[in-house]
Each structure stands twice: as structure tokens, then as C-alpha cells.
């Protein structure tokens, strides 16, 4: 607990904007992709204000609940270009962010220069399984990244390699990066019998990374109109809806660390956006990509009226499909035949948090029997354990971590989708008609949110215990470096800690190891006992306390 996850947490985001240098690749082929057959020039971005610019009839502006709207269309190096000049302070930003990360976490210029060796040659072949249209786009946004950060690798390939940080922050799934939970329902399990799916995208890279959500609607030249929830610097795609109501979420299975970097899983789930309208076409392109991480892509399509998962890993496929049932659930473990034998993945199920949050997924369904959008996002919204119990604000086994990204429900038959606003899923659910979105005069300046079907923010966000939680995470924090750095922490504080979040057994798990640290054995037993007695989140924490406590008795 603690240190271990932020200092992996650390190498994660390394890894993710490492460089590439002296590792046997043709530099040519990654300097530049061939774009002679996009050559184009596109005109000066217009700023309007802090928070509206234009580029013709493409934009960029910011609701009044801090969600980013941008709407570009073109060819692949138009489309670059456009999302670069549009969103190249949030792109910049998010960049920043990163590399402070890197330097807070890992100030030893060493250890970040051997990292960034090791990535060398991890992503020696990842330009090999790129589709050419993607690196274009790619290369059109890198032209806008920040010189200040040339000193780490040139644009395009760091635009490159950002795109593998998902991937690679599954491959460590120890971090606790992600936590997704996604579900469907249709037919006789929702009121008006139209297919929903909900999910929350729990990649967690610290909350300055999550403050700037864009809202992207994209008008590709080839291809399907789609949107997709995002961040500056990024055209792959965690979450999504077509215009022909195939919607595309992903969930990270487990795996073993890859060997080397082939497809980022989120430029395939971006390929089967822009080119599948059904599940069947959906698994025809993820079966020609090679990936490099095991995950689970949940495919809802409006055509087929409803849900499948597609489960790719570097070795195996499956495909999982629920028969006499209207629903399907989908956490952090496999479920397909493919996978009935697959070892790692049943260690996954035994000693994880996955199998715990499906079957709250589960317990909430049958709860509400026939769901609509608002009864889809208080399940995401849903704080509390199996059989209502309470586990404490912050456990990895809620459906709410309060550390999700963002939470989203499509409503594919309709075209209707939900973003939620910050913080976390708790903030005003936003609502976009893609009819309405991709048939725009050429230039509004009237929203493009469908405010009337809005859902409000959760209450929770105006209760003490909210206040508590956020107080109790920076007081976490602030106990953690004292532990890390050895220095002397008053008893005082870790009750505080452990009372603003009396439920959940990380506060007395921190005072346990201080005190036992200290040698105050007597009171680190009675911490440590009183974590033992909490909702526990995987097999290893509960052995990490079981450790402590052995010693003690």
C-alpha cells in the first residue's frame, strides 16, 4: 500500500512518454509517416475567448459544467492538425503533467534515463502495427506539442508512445490504475426496452490528469461519424458512440508484463468506431490486430440490440455473449470460453476486487429490475459493498472509487449518450444527441448539449461525508511521505485520518506501520487487528496486513 503504488504509478507514466533512441529502428520511418497523399494546409486558428476557438466550422469551447467540446472533421492530417491547433494548450497541459509526475515521484535522473532505455527497446516494433492513417493523424497533433519536452524525444514519437500508456498501465495492474466496471441492459431489463450501457473508467494518473475531459465529435473522411470521451494529445478511444449506434468501452483484463509493444488496445477500439456498425464487424477488426495487454471490449450496438465483449489478448480471443438473459456485465476478469482455462485470469478472480464489484453490478440490477439513464448512472454513482454494506469511501471494491476519470451511458437506438462532469462520476451528467451534434449549421454558437435531458449531480457531493473523504485523501497523502521519509507523525493525526474515513480499512492500516515502525507494538496490533476487520480490497493487502500482524502476535 502507499509508496509501492506511487512509485509504480511513476514508472507507469514513464514508460508512457519514454524515448526512443539507439535501438536498431530506421529513424526515418519514425520521424514522419508518409503523408504526401494528405498534403493540406488548414487555416489559422481563431482564438474567441479563454474557453471558445475556431478553425472554419471546426471548434473547441467549454460547457459551463468544464467538459471540453471539441468538433473537428477532414482527412487524417487534417483532423491532427485541427484537434492539435484546437486543443494545444490542454494538449501542452497534459503533457506538463506527466513529466512533473515523473519528476515528483522519481526525481532521480537516473533511474527516469534507464526507464526510458528499457522503453527503447519495448517499443522497438509498435510503429510496425500502427494503421498508416492513425500515425498521420498522430503526426498532424504532434505538430502542435510543447518544445519543452524535445529533450525526452521528438513530437511524433512521444504522441506515439502516449497512446501505450493504457496499455501499459494494465500490464502493471498491481498499480491499482484501473478498476473499470461496465454493464448493459435491454429488453425486458430496461423501461422502454431500448439497449443501455453504463460504465465508469477508473485510469487513475492522479486528478490534475482527469480536471480536463474533451468531448470530441469527429467527422472523419472515411468512415463512420463517431465521439468519444478524451484528453489533449490523445485519438485512440476508452469510451465511445458512432452515428451508427455501435458504442465501444474497454476494461482491462490480466496480464503478464508483454515483451514488447504491438496495437495500443485504444487505437483499435478507435478503428472499430470509425469502421464497424454491428458486433460482428466490431470483432472482424479487433481479430486482425495484434495487441499487447489482455482486455475486455464492450461492444453495444443499436443494429444487433445488444451487448457483447470482445476479449483479446496477445495469445488468445474469445468473444462472450449472454444467452436468455438481458444483460451482461463486465468488471476486470475474462468470461468467455476461451478463457475458461486460463490460469492467470482465475487467480485474477480469486485474489482481486473484479469478481466483488460484478457482483454488486449484479445485486444492483436485480435491485432495480428495468433501468433508465438516471437509475444507470446511480449504479455507477454506487459507493457501498454487497448487501449495502459500507467499506469505506476511497475501496477499490465500490463501483465509485472517487477516482474515475469519467462515467458514461449510451442509450445506442437513440443516439443518446451521458458524459459525467467533475469531480469523478459525481458531477452533472451531460447529454449529447449525436443526430442533433453531427447535423450543426456549419457555424452555432448555440450549445450542443441537450440540456433538458441533463442528470444532476449526486447529492453526495454536498454532504460532510464528502468533505471528509477529500480531507482524508490529503491527510492520506501527507501520512504516506512521513512513513516514506521517517519522519514523526502525531498519534493525533492518525486518528484523525482513521475517523474521516472510518469504514475503510487503509487509514488503520497506515497507522499500524507507522507505529509499528516505531516499535509501539501494542498499539499497531489493535490498528492493524481493526484493519483485518474491514472490506479488505485484494488477496495481497489482506496478506500484507495478515504479514504485520504475525509478527505482532
Known amino acids: 500500500m502507499g ?4 512509485l509504480y504509478r511513476a514508472i507507469t507514466l514513464i514508460l508512457s512518454i519514454g524515448v526512443l533512441s539507439s535501438c536498431g529502428v530506421r529513424k526515418s520511418l519514425l520521424e514522419k509517416p508518409d503523408i504526401a497523399a494528405y498534403e493540406t494546409q488548414i487555416p489559422e486558428r481563431k482564438k474567441i475567448n479563454d474557453s471558445t476557438y475556431n478553425i472554419a466550422d471546426n471548434f473547441l469551447r467549454k460547457n459551463k459544467q468544464g467538459l471540453w467540446e471539441l468538433h473537428v472533421s477532414g482527412n487524417p492530417l487534417e483532423l491532427g492538425l485541427k484537434t492539435g491547433s484546437l486543443t494545444q494548450e490542454l494538449f501542452n497541459e497534459q503533457e506538463d503533467i506527466f513529466v512533473k509526475k515523473i519528476d515528483d515521484l522519481v526525481p532521480s535522473k537516473g533511474y527516469q534515463n534507464l526507464l526510458r532505455k528499457f522503453l527503447a527497446w519495448f517499443n522497438r516494433k509498435m510503429y510496425l502495427n500502427i494503421d498508416a492513417q492513425y500515425k498521420t493523424e498522430l503526426y498532424g497533433i504532434s505538430k502542435y506539442a510543447s518544445p519543452d519536452y ?11 508512445y502516449f497512446h501505450g500508456a493504457h496499455d501499459i498501465g494494465h500490464a502493471l495492474q498491481d498499480l491499482a490504475l484501473v478498476g473499470c466496471s461496465s454493464f448493459a441492459a435491454w429488453g425486458d431489463k430496461t423501461k422502454d426496452g431500448k439497449l443501455l450501457i453504463g460504465r465508469n473508467f477508473d485510469f487513475y494518473a492522479g486528478d490534475e490528469f482527469a480536471k480536463n475531459k474533451i468531448i470530441a465529435f469527429i467527422e472523419p473522411q472515411n468512415g463512420h461519424k463517431f465521439m468519444s470521451v478524451t484528453w489533449g494529445g490523445m485519438i485512440g478511444v476508452v469510451s465511445g458512440m458512432n452515428d451508427q449506434g455501435l458504442t465501444v468501452t474497454i476494461n482491462a483484463g490480466k496480464s503478464q508484463f508483454p515483451l514488447i509493444a504491438k496495437t495500443p488496445v485504444s487505437l483499435v477500439t478507435r478503428e472499430i468506431l470509425q469502421y464497424a456498425s454491428t458486433i460482428d464487424e466490431a470483432i472482424a477488426i479487433a481479430k486482425k490486430r495484434e495487441v499487447f495487454v489482455s482486455e475486455s471490449i464492450f461492444v453495444g450496438s443499436a443494429k444487433d440490440k445488444k451487448a457483447a465483449i470482445i476479449e483479446v489478448s496477445p495469445q488468445n480471443f474469445g468473444v462472450y455473449e449472454v444467452e436468455n438473459n438481458n444483460q451482461l456485465i463486465c468488471s476486470n476478469h475474462f468470461q468467455s470460453a476461451a478463457y475458461a482455462n486460463d490460469k492467470k485470469n482465475q487467480k485474477h478472480i480469486l485474489e482481486s476486487h473484479s469478481q466483488y464489484r460484478y ?18 448512472v446511480s449504479i455507477l454513482r454506487d459507493k457501498q459493498g454487497l448487501d449495502e454494506e459500507q467499506i469505506g469511501y476511497g475501496n477499490e471494491k465500490a463501483l465509485n472509487q472517487l477516482l474515475a476519470h469519467h462515467g458514461i451511458v449510451f442509450q445506442p437506438e437513440d443516439l443518446l449518450v451521458w458524459v459525467s462532469s467533475n469531480p469523478y462520476q459525481l458531477g452533472e451528467f451531460v447529454a449529447y444527441d449525436l443526430k442533433e451534434v453531427f447535423n450543426l449549421p456549419k457555424v452555432t454558437n448555440r450549445p450542443i448539449a441537450q440540456t433538458d435531458l ?29 512513513i516514506s521519509e521517517k519522519d514523526h507523525i502525531d498519534q493525533s493525526r492518525l486518528e484523525n485520518l482513521v475517523a474521516l474515513n472510518p469504514n ?25 487487528e481493526k484493519a483485518l476487520e474491514k472490506e479488505i480490497t485484494t488477496v495481497p493487502d489482506m496478506e500484507n496486513v495478515e504479514k504485520y500482524l504475525k509478527k505482532l502476535r
Open 3 to 6: 509508496k509501492p503504488k506511487i
Open 150 to 160: 524535445d529533450y525526452i524525444a521528438k513530437p511524433y514519437q512521444r504522441v506515439m
Open 359 to 376: 457482483e454488486r453490478m449484479e445485486e444492483l440490477l436485480e435491485e432495480t429490475s428495468k433501468v433508465n439513464p438516471t437509475e444507470v
Open 454 to 482: 441533463n442528470i444532476p449531480k449526486d447529492p453526495f457531493l454536498q454532504s460532510e461525508a464528502y468533505k471528509n473523504y477529500e480531507r482524508y485523501r490529503m491527510l492520506r497523502d501527507e501520512i504516506e511521505d512521513d
Open 504 to 528: 475503510f480499512w487503509e487509514g488503520y492500516f497506515l497507522a499500524g506501520v507507522y507505529n509499528y515502525n516505531m516499535g509501539y507494538d501494542y498499539v499497531a496490533l489493535q490498528y492493524f
